[in-house]
Structure formats: structure tokens, C-alpha cells
């Protein structure tokens, strides 16, 4: 079986430090997705990416960076971390873009103090 | 427009119940209605989803949805939970001609008593 891995865990970073979260997935799926999920808010797309170097916006794109060098890779960048700011973020891959299942990761922990 | 409605923040019964987990949509054409499960401190699990053919959906755990065009609902059911199918709930709706992005509801948090 496969697995999709989110690095780091946890992050602390101060307000306006550009932060990096990594995923990686070993499926050999063509689309990724990064999430940000806030207490009572359900989850919310960032970005997405439909293939290596393919790169979508999804609603809450501003103040976000992605980037997909690799098929097995998606990386997410805070541009600028606004103070007192916590989140989780969930990336995903699914095999394609036609509505075929989500596998998603367990999560990045965003603390910004 | 695609949105996803989960009318009930929090949901909590007893061990051994029967639960309905409410979810309505809205939709401009074919979908895909999916339930997805979150343990505590975990990502999300798929659980089951409906695009076509017999409404009733079979998922895992004993868990099912019944998806309903009149009510434009897609709604979980289990007959008798269990003390670990404590978690949050979230439906989702997904289009081919949106290249497939899961948009969420806001999730259900299903607690058991003992």
C-alpha cells in the first residue's frame, strides 16, 4: 500500500516568516490538493495541481505559494505568517481529476506566535 | 456553484444507537457525493461515495448514505454505533467538470456516550 506523508507535524514560526510544508506521496497519483482546516470551518482549498508543474488556485490562494517539481511532491509556502495564527493544513493526492477518491495526509499543525 | 450543507455541528449519542449525520447540496450538474471521517488529530478517511445507480451506498464500519435528488440530500446513517466511531464527519461534492476538487461541508462531530 501506499502513503502519503506531510512534513513537519508541527510548526511554530513568528509573524512574517515565510514557512514551507512538504508532502509527498507514493501512490503515483496525478492530483494533489492542500487544505487548510480551521476549528468550525470545515476544510478550505488552497491549491491544486493536476499533474507535475501544474499549478491551480483554489479559494484561499492569497498569502500562499505551491509548488509541484515532482509527480510524488507538492509543497505549500505561508508567504507571510500573521501573528496568533493556527491552522492545520491537509494535503491529498487522488489518482485523477475526475472525481476519484481522496487519500489525504494526517496533517501539518500551524502555530504562529 | 457547489456548495455542501452539514446542519448539525454536533451530534451525540448513546453506544448502541441507531445515527443519522445530515448533509444537503446544491449543484449545477453531475456529481459525486462522498462522506470522509476524521479522527482525532488525524487527516480524513474515506468512507464511501455515490455518483450513479442505487441510491443506497454501502461504506465501511456498517456505515451508509442515501443520496436523494427531490431533498437534495446525501445523509449517513449507522444502525448501531460504536464507542470508536467517535469522530468528526464531513460530507463532500465533487465534479468532473471542476476537475474533481472536493468542496466540504463543515463537518459533524459524533460523540458517544457509554
Known amino acids: 500500500g501506499g502513503i502519503i506523508t506531510q512534513t513537519p507535524k508541527f510548526l511554530i514560526g513568528q509573524e512574517g516568516q515565510k514557512l514551507t510544508l512538504k508532502c509527498q506521496q507514493n501512490?503515483?497519483?496525478?492530483?494533489m490538493y492542500w487544505y487548510r482546516q480551521d476549528s468550525g470551518k470545515g476544510l478550505r482549498l488552497i491549491y491544486y495541481?493536476?499533474?507535475?508543474?501544474?499549478?491551480q488556485k483554489g479559494d484561499l490562494s492569497e498569502g500562499y505559494d505551491a509548488s509541484r517539481e515532482k509527480k510524488s511532491s507538492f509543497s505549500l509556502t505561508v508567504t507571510s505568517a500573521q501573528k496568533n495564527e493556527m491552522a492545520v493544513f491537509l494535503c491529498?493526492?487522488?489518482?485523477?481529476?475526475?472525481?476519484?477518491?481522496?487519500?489525504f495526509g494526517s496533517g501539518t499543525r500551524l502555530l504562529v506566535i | 456553484t457547489q456548495t455542501v450543507s452539514q446542519s448539525d455541528a454536533h451530534v451525540t449519542v448513546f453506544e448502541g444507537d441507531s445515527v443519522e449525520l445530515r448533509c444537503n447540496y446544491s449543484?449545477?450538474?453531475?456529481?459525486?457525493l462522498s462522506w470522509y471521517i476524521q479522527h482525532h488529530g488525524r487527516g480524513l478517511q474515506f468512507l464511501l461515495k455515490?455518483?450513479?445507480?442505487?441510491?443506497v451506498v454501502q461504506g465501511v464500519n456498517g456505515f451508509k448514505a442515501e443520496f436523494s435528488k427531490s431533498d437534495s440530500s446525501f445523509h449517513l446513517r449507522k444502525a448501531s454505533v460504536h464507542w470508536s466511531d467517535s469522530a468528526v464527519y464531513f460530507c463532500?461534492?465533487?465534479?468532473?467538470?471542476?476537475?474533481?476538487?472536493?468542496?466540504f461541508g463543515q463537518g459533524t462531530k459524533l460523540s458517544i456516550k457509554p
Open positions: 463532500a461534492v465533487s465534479a468532473n467538470y471542476n476537475q474533481g476538487k472536493l468542496i
Open positions: 449543484y449545477g450538474g453531475s456529481i459525486y
Open positions: 455515490y455518483y450513479s445507480g442505487n441510491p
Open positions: 491529498a493526492s487522488s489518482m485523477d481529476s475526475g472525481g476519484s477518491d481522496y487519500t
Open positions: 501512490f503515483n497519483h496525478d492530483t
Open positions: 495541481s493536476i499533474t507535475e508543474n501544474d499549478l
